[in-house]
């Protein structure tokens, strides 16, 4: 739990920081709310308290020049909304040099005798104006209401999503003072905020009534009554700006942003983009989401399916909340933390498969075949409890085999030649164990340690059946092993060898014994005794299976086999027997390799 915990807490953290730390991701970020912005707002009806006059290309058709703005004509546009009735004037031209002196001090005295307020706009330090300009933008504007026109761009696009309302000398904005004239100054934001852009009625109106300079006087004095109304340009390449509201190619007059500004100061409105604590809590839910979907297990392909699904349909969700009138709910940062919530569940759950793989290889895999191997891992889940298997109760067949004189033999080689024999011989048995499906478990010297039917507990007495044959098959073969192997080592002057071997079937506790250091796949219980037992017993007894091998086997084994093969195996009794270590006698089998060589003697029993 607390490993799922760090995965969520610190997939939504990276997502969240990345989303603002690293360039492109932070711009995908503004650039798909912009789109939500520009798509998806719902529809809002027309402000009523801000109308738009503006200059546009037919306000000049009859003008020498386009800038700067004639001042006779926008004293009379001032004078004809002083006589409607309006709010409140704000002038988005910037006065920084003058025109004919009688048209320059006819607007002046229009902006300054006005029965309404007129706020004139300034320009901050950063504004790249001559001293001259600035010396004549600030004696044209005393005694008026001021307000800075200075649009904060966005470093990545260069896009206005933020409003200062406040310059670096505590000069305000033009809708700040604008607001604070249309008395709304106890509410303003002194900080920076994201702008909250007045959504229109339909795709044919625009947020504010707008109208041309020219056509002013011909308009209704109700349709601006009460209004503020903003006046500037609408010129191309003049004064033009890219917004969230501008479609690829366009852009947005300074005025109207300043309209859109202003509209979200008196409403007291705010971003509807979802707040930080919001959108963390969206990356913590999305990143455990996507550590859930990673712990189904699925397979690559349709995991990275469903995520994009998924994923698909957190967007289609994002937009239709946001179209609903919701709020705008980031995209990038939750996206983020779901695909970060999926890789670091499957790299956590990749590296957890690949210590239990090795917990397991390193119990089982040198000494199994790749089928066994196969299903060992298949069935993890079953036996496995964290990065060991777990202790169960199951019913398997032990292998136990031993060389017949193996001291006598070590006394006669030299270590070298020993290690290598003892080698090949190792090599060739664990490989009959694995391709009969056992598995070796460990050696004892020269002893074979091998169980059929562990660590995946047998379910039926079928499959308890089949695996005792295959011991016993096993241990046939491993006789006849030694035929090939006894000629090869005579050949190189080393001693042949017998083997004996003792199988039993029965119940065991099996699992991993140890610590971090060394652990072991252990088999407790008396079955794995009594399959040692019956080795030892073998020297008792005279007879062979064949030329080089003695098996003995226990009952339930041999009734086993029998059940499961039928006539295919022989085996000749040797009776109820008193084995070391228990009050009670054991019955007892000799195996016969009808498809061995001679098996010498014929006598049972010690």
């Given at each position: 739990?607390?490993?799922?915990?760090?995965?969520?807490?610190?997939?939504?953290?990276?997502?969240?920081?990345?989303?603002?730390?690293?360039?492109?991701?932070?711009?995908?970020?503004?650039?798909?709310?912009?789109?939500?912005?520009?798509?998806?707002?719902?529809?809002?009806?027309?402000?009523?308290?801000?109308?738009?006059?503006?200059?546009?290309?037919?306000?000049?058709?009859?003008?020498?020049?386009?800038?700067?703005?004639?001042?006779?004509?926008?004293?009379?546009?001032?004078?004809?909304?002083?006589?409607?009735?309006?709010?409140?004037?704000?002038?988005?031209?910037?006065?920084?040099?003058?025109?004919?002196?009688?048209?320059?001090?006819?607007?002046?005295?229009?902006?300054?005798?006005?029965?309404?307020?007129?706020?004139?706009?300034?320009?901050?330090?950063?504004?790249?104006?001559?001293?001259?300009?600035?010396?004549?933008?600030?004696?044209?504007?005393?005694?008026?209401?001021?307000?800075?026109?200075?649009?904060?761009?966005?470093?990545?696009?260069?896009?206005?999503?933020?409003?200062?309302?406040?310059?670096?000398?505590?000069?305000?904005?033009?809708?700040?003072?604008?607001?604070?004239?249309?008395?709304?100054?106890?509410?303003?934001?002194?900080?920076?905020?994201?702008?909250?852009?007045?959504?229109?009625?339909?795709?044919?109106?625009?947020?504010?009534?707008?109208?041309?300079?020219?056509?002013?006087?011909?308009?209704?004095?109700?349709?601006?009554?009460?209004?503020?109304?903003?006046?500037?340009?609408?010129?191309?390449?003049?004064?033009?700006?890219?917004?969230?509201?501008?479609?690829?190619?366009?852009?947005?007059?300074?005025?109207?942003?300043?309209?859109?500004?202003?509209?979200?100061?008196?409403?007291?409105?705010?971003?509807?983009?979802?707040?930080?604590?919001?959108?963390?809590?969206?990356?913590?839910?999305?990143?455990?989401?996507?550590?859930?979907?990673?712990?189904?297990?699925?397979?690559?392909?349709?995991?990275?399916?469903?995520?994009?699904?998924?994923?698909?349909?957190?967007?289609?969700?994002?937009?239709?909340?946001?179209?609903?009138?919701?709020?705008?709910?980031?995209?990038?940062?939750?996206?983020?933390?779901?695909?970060?919530?999926?890789?670091?569940?499957?790299?956590?759950?990749?590296?957890?498969?690949?210590?239990?793989?090795?917990?397991?290889?390193?119990?089982?895999?040198?000494?199994?075949?790749?089928?066994?191997?196969?299903?060992?891992?298949?069935?993890?889940?079953?036996?496995?409890?964290?990065?060991?298997?777990?202790?169960?109760?199951?019913?398997?067949?032990?292998?136990?085999?031993?060389?017949?004189?193996?001291?006598?033999?070590?006394?006669?080689?030299?270590?070298?030649?020993?290690?290598?024999?003892?080698?090949?011989?190792?090599?060739?048995?664990?490989?009959?164990v694995g391709t009969h499906d056992g598995v070796v478990l460990r050696f004892v010297g020269d002893a074979i340690l091998a169980v059929f039917g562990a660590p995946v507990a047998r379910t039926s007495q079928d499959q308890i059946d089949a695996d005792a044959a295959?011991?016993?098959?096993?241990?046939?073969?491993?006789?006849?092993?030694?035929?090939?192997?006894?000629?090869?080592?005579?050949?190189?002057?080393?001693?042949?060898?017998?083997?004996?071997?003792?199988?039993?079937?029965?119940?065991?506790?099996?699992?991993?014994?140890?610590?971090?250091?060394?652990?072991?796949?252990?088999?407790?219980?008396?079955?794995?005794?009594?399959?040692?037992?019956?080795?030892?017993?073998?020297?008792?007894?005279?007879?062979?299976?064949?030329?080089?091998?003695?098996?003995?086997?226990?009952?339930?084994?041999?009734?086993?086999?029998?059940?499961?093969?039928?006539?295919?195996?022989?085996?000749?009794?040797?009776?109820?027997?008193?084995?070391?270590?228990?009050?009670?006698?054991?019955?007892?089998?000799?195996?016969?390799?009808?498809?061995?060589?001679?098996?010498?003697?014929?006598?049972?029993?010690?």
């Amino acid at each position: 739990m607390r490993l799922l915990v760090t995965i969520v807490l610190g997939s939504a953290v990276l997502a969240l920081a990345a989303a603002r730390l690293v360039p492109p991701l932070r711009a995908a970020d503004e650039t798909l709310a912009d789109r939500l912005i520009a798509g998806a707002a719902p529809a809002r009806p027309q402000h009523p308290g801000i109308a738009l006059v503006l200059f546009g290309e037919d306000s000049f058709a009859g003008l020498a020049c386009r800038s700067p703005v004639d001042r006779g004509m926008l004293a009379e546009v001032i004078g004809t909304l002083e006589a409607a009735g309006v709010r409140a004037i704000g002038i988005d031209v910037l006065f920084d040099q003058p025109t004919l002196p009688a048209l320059d001090e006819r607007l002046r005295r229009a902006m300054l005798g006005a029965s309404v307020p007129v706020v004139a706009i300034t320009a901050l330090d950063q504004t790249p104006l001559t001293e001259r300009q600035r010396r004549f933008l600030d004696g044209f504007t005393e005694g008026l209401p001021r307000g800075h026109a200075n649009l904060a761009k966005d470093r990545l696009d260069a896009a206005v999503r933020w409003h200062v309302p406040f310059g670096g000398d505590g000069t305000p904005s033009l809708p700040v003072q604008l607001a604070r004239t249309g008395g709304n100054g106890g509410n303003l934001p002194v900080e920076p905020f994201r702008i909250d852009w007045h959504g229109r009625p339909d795709a044919a109106a625009t947020p504010f009534p707008v109208y041309p300079a020219e056509a002013v006087a011909l308009l209704p004095k109700e349709w601006l009554a009460g209004r503020t109304v903003l006046v500037g340009t609408a010129l191309a390449g003049i004064d033009q700006h890219r917004t969230p509201l501008s479609p690829a190619g366009s852009s947005t007059p300074g005025v109207e942003i300043e309209a859109h500004v202003l509209a979200q100061l008196l409403d007291g409105r705010s971003s509807p983009r979802l707040p930080l604590a919001g959108e963390a809590a969206l990356a913590v839910l999305m990143a455990a989401a996507g550590a859930a979907v990673a712990m189904a297990g699925l397979p690559p392909w349709l995991l990275a399916t469903a995520g994009l699904m998924l994923l698909a349909g957190a967007w289609a969700g994002g937009a239709a909340l946001f179209g609903a009138g919701g709020p705008l709910v980031p995209l990038v940062s939750p996206s983020l933390a779901w695909a970060g919530g999926i890789a670091a569940m499957t790299a956590q759950m990749s590296l957890r498969e690949r210590a239990d793989r090795r917990t397991l290889m390193r119990l089982f895999a040198n000494h199994v075949s790749q089928p066994v191997a196969d299903e060992i891992w298949r069935e993890r889940a079953t036996f496995m409890a964290g990065s060991r298997p777990r202790p169960q109760q199951l019913t398997a067949t032990v292998l136990f085999s031993d060389i017949e004189g193996f001291t006598t033999i070590c006394e006669a080689l030299e270590p070298e030649p020993l290690i290598r024999w003892l080698e090949g011989y190792l090599d060739a048995m664990v490989r009959i164990v694995g391709t009969h499906d056992g598995v070796v478990l460990r050696f004892v010297g020269d002893a074979i340690l091998a169980v059929f039917g562990a660590p995946v507990a047998r379910t039926s007495q079928d499959q308890i059946d089949a695996d005792a044959a295959r011991a016993v098959a096993c241990a046939l073969q491993m006789g006849r092993e030694l035929e090939a192997l006894n000629r090869q080592w005579q050949a190189e002057g080393l001693p042949p060898v017998g083997i004996r071997v003792g199988l039993h079937t029965g119940p065991l506790v099996a699992g991993s014994l140890g610590g971090l250091r060394h652990s072991e796949y252990s088999l407790l219980g008396d079955t794995a005794n009594t399959a040692a037992r019956l080795e030892a017993y073998g020297k008792t007894v005279d007879a062979r299976s064949s030329r080089h091998c003695r098996i003995i086997v226990g009952d339930p084994t041999w009734q086993a086999v029998r059940q499961a093969a039928g006539d295919r195996h022989a085996a000749l009794p040797v009776g109820e027997v008193s084995l070391k270590g228990k009050t009670r006698t054991v019955r007892v089998w000799l195996l016969v390799d009808h498809d061995g060589t001679d098996v010498g003697g014929t006598d049972i029993g010690g």
